[in-house]
């Protein structure tokens, strides 16, 4: 299975996204299932945010994991930016664990860039890391000058991770962000890594992508994702509420594509050949 390693921890390249997940009673015990299948298939990251649903993400997968060996699991949440002050993040964080059900997160974002001073937030996160309540702390939705300027604070270059939206139809972090982290040898997180279910219908379907898919015996979805962590510095985290895309994905973590197979897709999806404003969601 291809991973990477993000502060001291080695994980499957492809973890679970929770986002929209717990909003609907009716498929609330679906949703579970997908996190359990997806972690009896190997996955051990979950991603979540004290955003998702205002808590109703969290709730669900404490719901999800109460069986589940800690240990085993590798928890990602973030912290609001009108939350991620001195005098609020903290308050923000223990709702957060007590909602997950946890005493301490595995990775703790900051989820955008907000009017907090960045050196405030990172203070706040380094004394939350001191105290245990996370292991590591890490960024969202930053772009490279964003990074650039995170790494000039004092204890700015323990970011242990930045996540951004990335996927076969959005490359534009290739042109800069991406070979710079991986200089730096900081991890990157794609989120929206399936096209947020192929929304305009032009990943899944296209030609290459499936005669890939066939050759591997595998969905388009997967070998979507397989793209995604080719680097060995990226986690993707799918999100999926229903049980069997759930195994599927983490399963792509197993699926290397050739340099042939890569090119192919260039050619289909080119790489960015200027610097595109970060794509957001
Ligand atoms: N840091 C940030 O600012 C940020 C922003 C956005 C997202 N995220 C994180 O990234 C995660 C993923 O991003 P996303 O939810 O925007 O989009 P996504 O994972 O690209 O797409 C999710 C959609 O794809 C479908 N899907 C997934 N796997 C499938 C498969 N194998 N076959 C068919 N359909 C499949 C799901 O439907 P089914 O339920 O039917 O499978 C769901 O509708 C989020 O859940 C969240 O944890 C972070």
């Known amino acids: 299975m291809n991973e990477l390693t993000i502060g001291d921890t080695t994980v499957p390249a492809i973890g679970l996204g929770t986002w929209h997940m717990g909003d609907h009673a009716a498929t609330r015990s679906q949703e579970i299932k997908a996190i359990q299948a997806g972690i009896d298939a190997g996955a051990r ?10 808590g109703r993400s969290e709730n669900l997968i404490g719901e999800a994991i109460q069986t589940i060996n800690r240990d085993q699991l590798f928890i990602i949440d973030k912290v609001l930016p009108s939350n991620a002050s001195a005098s609020r993040l903290e308050h923000s964080l223990d709702q957060s664990l007590k909602l997950v059900g946890t005493d301490h997160f595995d990775l703790y974002l900051y989820h ?10 990172v203070e706040t996160l380094q004394k939350m890391q001191q105290k245990g309540k996370i292991k590591h702390w890490g960024v969202s939705n930053f772009d490279l000058p964003d990074m650039q300027e995170l790494l000039a604070l004092p204890g700015g270059d323990q970011v242990a991770a930045n996540e951004d939206l990335y996927n076969i139809g959005s490359r534009g972090v290739e042109y800069s962000l991406l070979p710079w982290q991986r200089d730096h040898h900081i991890p990157f997180i794609a989120y929206t890594p399936v096209g947020a279910g192929d929304e305009r219908g032009r990943l899944t379907t296209n030609q290459v992508v499936n005669e890939i898919a066939a050759a591997h015996h595998a969905t388009p979805w997967q070998i979507i994702l397989a793209w995604a962590i080719r680097d060995g510095n990226t986690l993707a985290i799918p999100q999926s509420g229903d049980p069997k895309h759930a195994v599927d994905n983490v399963k792509a973590a197993n699926i290397t594509l050739s340099a042939d197979e890569l090119a192919q897709i260039d050619t289909e999806f080119p790489k960015p050949t200027s610097k595109q404003p970060l794509d957001i969601r």
């Open 45 to 54: 990251v979950i991603d979540t945010a004290e955003m998702y649903g205002n």
């Open 112 to 121: 955008w860039r907000g009017a907090v001073p960045l050196s405030e937030t």
